[in-house]
Nanobody, 121 residues
Framework: QVQLVESGGGLVQAGGSLRLSCAAS????????MGWYRQAPGKLRELVAA???????NYADALKGRFTISRDNAKNTMYLQMNSLKPEDTAVYYC???????????????WGQGTQVTVSS
């Protein structure tokens, strides 16, 4: 069974930093694109950033320069470094991964349970 587990969320003051991690566990062949999404109360889930297996990245325009996505393929882990945090960054942050099955080599979409990030003013 494949699982994505996020960690690193918490409460931080405006201007502070947090580093989120997302670790994939279970039996699978490989992980393709991974991404971070967030959902604030009363709002739709939105893309924060994504990264391919080869390291190509894509960011939400409003977050470029403050957030950095990275991954360690050997550890099946993705990271999100968040700097200069603002109260409007408060949300539940979700990890997403496109994972190739070891059994049938089909690509399936997986989500983590989410980690809360709260930025106080």
């Amino acid at each position: 069974q494949v699982q994505l587990v996020e960690s690193g969320g918490g409460l931080v003051q405006a201007g502070g930093s947090l580093r989120l991690s997302c670790a994939a566990s279970g039996s699978f062949f490989s992980i393709n694109t991974m991404g971070w999404y967030r959902q604030a109360p009363g709002k739709l889930r939105e893309l924060v950033a994504a990264i391919t297996r080869g390291g190509s990245t894509n960011y939400a325009d409003a977050l470029k320069g403050r957030f950095t996505i990275s991954r360690d393929n050997a550890k099946n882990t993705m990271y999100l470094q968040m700097n200069s945090l603002k109260p409007e960054d408060t949300a539940v942050y979700y990890c997403n991964a496109n994972i190739v099955s070891r059994i049938d080599f089909r690509v399936r979409d997986y989500w983590g349970q989410g980690t809360q990030v709260t930025v106080s003013s």
